[in-house]
Nanobody, 124 residues
Framework: VQLVESGGGLVQQGGSLRLSCAASGLTFSTYAMGWFRQAPGKEREFVAG??????????YFSSSVKGRFTLSRDEAKNTVNLEMNSLKPEETAVYYC????????????????WGQGTQVTVSS
């Protein structure tokens, strides 16, 4: 199983970035996907998650990003996208995607696979 994040970079405060996570080696439709981030000197924290059952898609977000971040998936490409808007300097971190067989969760330890992360830097 391989998860590869892309789309990170440098953006000004208030700007937007779109992160993508491409998954391979797993049956995409049976896995929930999550995004986490880890800022320097801090613990990794949950950002957003997406799961689906047939045509029903469920997304959920941490309170700090709700209303500014959105999630989508491209089943044909086995990709999940995290659209981040109105970014703040304190959101500078390495962003990781993770996959979990079965339902979604905000708990880091319940995810089975992790990507290497992509750096997001928000300048003030």
């Amino acid at each position: 199983v391989q998860l590869v994040e892309s789309g990170g970079g440098l953006v000004q405060q208030g700007g937007s970035l779109r992160l993508s996570c491409a998954a391979s080696g797993l049956t995409f439709s049976t896995y929930a996907m999550g995004w986490f981030r880890q800022a320097p000197g801090k613990e990794r924290e949950f950002v957003a998650g997406i799961s689906w059952f047939g045509s029903k898609i469920h997304t959920y977000f941490s309170s700090s990003v709700k209303g500014r971040f959105t999630l989508s998936r491209d089943e044909a490409k086995n990709t999940v996208n995290l659209e981040m808007n109105s970014l703040k300097p304190e959101e500078t971190a390495v962003y990781y995607c993770a996959a979990r067989g079965g339902g979604s969760t905000t708990r880091e330890y319940e995810y089975d696979y992790w990507g290497q992360g992509t750096q997001v830097t928000v300048s003030s």
